[in-house]
């Protein structure tokens, strides 16, 4: 079956914009991870979305937003873009909530913000 | 192993050789613990997970040790290949308040398999 799918894979923004990355789990899949990777800082714990509801945050301010539509279909959203946010922004998704199960990821989608 | 710093752990090893990774967690109640495989221009990929209540599991050609006492975790690749040229990450599964729980990764290590 199709694994996860993250579109567009590669986008240029300057600062002061805005944008949108969206992501498609894997069949029967409930649970989408976001997380942000740079190489100064790894992983970093973005947010989780479960059945339309965010469960989880981690450490970052507010112009960073998700969420999840019916399909389990999710979006994530950077507002006034910052040169600091350019990074890869890798989605995952697993059957259940995190902490249940191994995560599967796509592909990422990079941006980079002039 | 795992390093918090700006640049990134290597290891070099010979094809054919064993492969040793390190990382160290930071939570003593983490209850689960995932390596992931992430080769260049891809997303991390799962190779192992191990739970709290097991200090070994072995997969194809790869073991994963926890040590509890000194929070440690290691990955063990056996007869390592070029194919086997990636990021290596350790994942901990944090409790992040009641029943939430989130993987919480470590900075990786970056293995090259020289020929």
């Known amino acids: 079956k199709a694994g996860v799918t993250q579109t567009p894979r590669y986008l240029i923004k300057t600062r002061g914009q805005q944008v949108t990355l969206s992501c498609s789990p894997i069949?029967?899949?409930?649970?989408v991870s976001w997380y942000q990777q740079t190489p100064g800082q790894g992983l970093q714990f973005l947010f989780e979305?479960?059945?339309?509801?965010?469960?989880n945050k981690g450490n970052f301010p507010g112009r960073f937003s998700g969420r999840q539509f019916s399909n389990s279909r999710s979006e994530m959203n950077v507002s006034t873009l910052e040169l600091g946010d350019s990074a890869l922004y890798l989605c995952?998704?697993?059957?259940?909530?995190?902490?249940?199960?191994?995560?599967?990821f796509g592909e990422g989608s990079r941006l980079t913000v002039l | 192993g795992e390093n918090v710093g700006l640049h990134l752990p290597t290891l070099s090893v010979q094809e054919g050789d064993n492969s040793i990774i390190n990382c160290a967690y930071s939570n003593s109640a983490s209850d689960y613990f995932i390596w992931y495989k992430q080769e260049s221009g891809k997303g991390p990929q799962f190779i192992i997970d191990?739970?709290?209540?097991?200090d070994k599991r072995q997969g194809q050609r790869v073991t994963v040790l926890l040590n509890k006492t000194v929070k440690h975790l290691s990955l063990q690749i056996a007869a390592t290949q070029p194919g086997d040229s990636a990021v290596y990450f350790c994942?901990?599964?944090?409790?992040?308040?009641?029943?939430?729980?989130?993987?919480?990764f470590g900075k990786g290590t970056l293995l090259t398999v020289n020929p």
């Open positions: 069949s029967g899949h409930r649970s």
């Open positions: 191990i739970r709290s209540n097991m």
């Open positions: 995952a998704s697993s059957l259940r909530e995190q902490g249940h199960g191994e995560l599967f």
């Open positions: 979305y479960f059945s339309e509801t965010q469960r």
């Open positions: 994942a901990e599964n944090l409790n992040s308040g009641g029943s939430n729980y989130k993987l919480t």
